[in-house]
């Protein structure tokens, strides 16, 4: 007769979590993903599409990357684009009128349409009121006329920002790929992040070449045409991209929101 | 568009430690800003085409980048002449215009600015390719890394650009698929129409390189990234005589610029 073997109560097996706090993330996201991102950036750089009337630069494809980047990396988005700006800007300058800095005006960009898509949205709030506040800090900010260049994209991003029914339809639609709003969600959400980076770009281009009203004035229709076509063309490549993502199963900034 | 491959040209400054290379590129960042007297711009111009010719980096990427700067360059220094607000007029075109802020007359200083603010801009668009074109990956990250910048935004930075060549190679193929459908608009004449066919190539391009990210998510984690140790380097790099003689340049350089400028030269 045998004796039954006694019971090992074995100790449950803690989950293994892969949080923002894990070595090879950063803020949630794998640190190779923002590589590659970064690389997409660099490449996407390199492609002019827009002249920039009376600046050293061209509207590159990287300006739709910008536009669609905190959507699919969540705030690491800042990161992602500030180490692909670094190198894009060594290598194909022509995409950078903000000269030297010209880096931050894309990690702007990634940065407040990141901490909306986190629903960070005090922080995304504070974030684009510094943006907006910068324009204002130029003494040529205040000639006739200049309080219209930060009003078409970024005052609709502050809005979107801090009115909570917009903002919680807007991620919601985003988050579902609801197959309606999802078009228009995307279009805010890419219109929040393209105001972020043009808006510092004005700012920065306007204290390095010391550019006037009669510069801006005349040009903003042609501003607005371009922001309009910038974002029309990044909601297009958000949506593909982020249903090609959801149905490839592969990684994005919003599988951390589910869990 | 500027191929990159990862093979860096051999010159004297290729030898140079990449620290000394990186904050002689931010002196001339910081010089071409500071200064708004075209002669002393023209004179960091100099510098920068010196460099470059000591680099052996070829001329016509110079060319390459300026054929998108050039008409631009014209309309910034149009804009200069005709509304800077200068001292000593030249010739009289009109009455004032008083609501676009125009004087009536073209002045000396509205001209030396706008030159000023054409080739500051050269300075800042030729300077900053020495650096990469220059600079072997592993050298580039060993610089950063140094100089004190987090180790994993050194990563993406280095694994970002030594990606480039495969990306390029993907969008070469996609835009060949998509040739093959009959879209000819990625190289055309057409802005819309070019930003159009963006759309159909960065889907499948973002999509295509995000499945590659795995495959360097694995490659990573098998060599333990992030492990909480010490972490040693392949390549050691110290300052030689060289890069000795060029910081003290480089500093002397931004100590005496920086001590002109307060001092009220190089500025209109």
Known sequence: ?259 | MMNISQSTLNSPLQKLDGRTKLIALMVIFILALVFSNPFVVVGLLALVLITWWIARIPWSLIKDIMQFFLVIAIIILVVQVFFYPGKINLFRISDPIKFIGFSGYITLDGIEFGIAMVLRLVVIMIVAPLMVLTTPLPDFMLALVKLKVPYRFAFIMTTALSLLPSIQTHSGIIQQAQLCRGVTDFEGKNAWLKIKASAGLLVPLILGTFRDSQTLDVAMSSRAFGAPVKRTFLLESHFRAADIILLVFSFLLLAGGIYLRVRGFGIL
Request: positive net charge.
């Open chain 1, 1 to 259: 007769m045998t004796t039954p073997e006694p019971v090992v109560e074995l100790e449950p097996q803690k989950p293994i979590t892969r949080n923002w706090k894990s070595k090879g993330r950063i803020l949630g996201i794998p640190i190779s993903l923002m590589a590659i991102w970064a690389a997409l950036y660099i490449a996407s750089s390199a492609i002019p599409a827009l002249p920039v009337p009376g600046m050293a630069g061209m509207i590159t494809i990287n300006a739709i990357m910008t536009a669609i980047s905190g959507m699919i990396l969540g705030p690491a988005a800042a990161i992602a684009n500030a180490a692909g700006g670094i190198v894009a800007m060594m290598l194909f300058p022509y995409g950078f009128s903000a000269g030297p800095l010209g880096f931050l005006t894309v990690t702007m960009g990634g940065l407040v349409a990141g901490l909306l898509f986190a629903d960070k949205w005090v922080l995304a709030a504070i974030a684009e009121i510094l943006i907006i506040g910068s324009w204002f800090v130029n003494p040529k900010s205040w000639q006739p006329g200049m309080w219209l260049i930060p009003l078409p994209y970024s005052a609709i991003a502050l809005l979107v920002i801090i009115i909570p029914p917009v903002r919680k339809w807007m991620r919601t639609s985003i988050l579902t790929l609801h197959k309606v709003w999802m078009w228009p969600a995307v279009f805010l959400m890419c219109t929040v992040g393209h105001a972020a980076e043009f808006l510092t770009t004005n700012t920065m281009v306007n204290w390095m070449f010391n550019l006037s009203y009669q510069y801006w004035v005349p040009t903003m229709p042609y501003w607005v045409m371009v922001d309009t076509v910038v974002i029309a063309v990044s909601t297009a490549v958000g949506v593909g991209v982020l249903i090609g993502l959801r149905k490839a199963r592969l990684p994005q900034y919003a599988d951390n929101l589910e869990k």
